[in-house]
């Protein structure tokens, strides 16, 4: 009989620290997803944020100078130039220059390249006052971007 015991002794620690870990586990796993849902929604309201501001075209003659990207979402010549815009762009941060997208698939987006007589794959550079000061139509890439657009801060 002892060794019965002893076996029952040595299992009942064992199932208590394995029920506890289990906890301590759940609990852990909780926080976790938590913390990566309250990430996830963060990030979420961040970029609709981003996203809205992007395309918010009563921006253009607020007093900031704006290039405004006449845009296709499903062009992939469209999405080539917007990557290389926003990479032309990281050397003007925080430099009075606002960088706005006219979704064609939208209405307000539509009427704006409407208004302008622009086609897709169109950058649109505005003066503060709202002014049309030039017009960049096709593929460019970044390093040709960058000198555009420091001529216009330039001009302006």
Request: hydrophobic residues 40%.
């Given at each position: 009989m002892p060794k019965s015991r002893k076996r029952a002794n040595a299992v009942t620690p064992k199932s208590e620290a394995t029920a506890s870990v289990s906890r301590r586990s759940l609990l852990g796993g909780g926080a976790v997803a938590s913390a990566i849902a309250l990430g996830g929604g963060v990030w979420g309201v961040s970029s609709f944020r981003s996203y809205a501001a992007e395309h918010d075209l009563t921006?253009?003659?607020?007093?900031?100078?704006a290039?405004?990207?006449?845009?296709?979402p499903q062009?992939?010549?469209c999405t080539a130039l917007q990557k290389q815009t926003r990479r032309a762009l990281r050397?003007?941060?925080?430099?009075?220059?606002?960088?706005?997208?006219?979704?064609?698939?939208?209405?307000?987006?539509a009427a704006f390249a409407r208004r302008f007589n622009a086609p897709n794959v169109t950058l649109l550079l505005f003066d503060g006052q709202g002014e049309?000061?030039?017009?960049?139509?096709?593929?460019?890439?970044?390093?040709?971007?960058?000198?555009?657009?420091?001529?216009h801060k330039a001009a302006v």
């Open positions: 921006r253009v003659g607020q007093g900031d100078l290039i405004v990207q006449i845009h296709d062009c992939p010549t050397d003007f941060d925080d430099c009075g220059m606002a960088y706005l997208v006219a979704d064609i698939n939208t209405p307000e987006g049309l000061q030039r017009r960049v139509q096709g593929m460019q890439q970044a390093a040709e971007l960058a000198q555009v657009f420091a001529a």
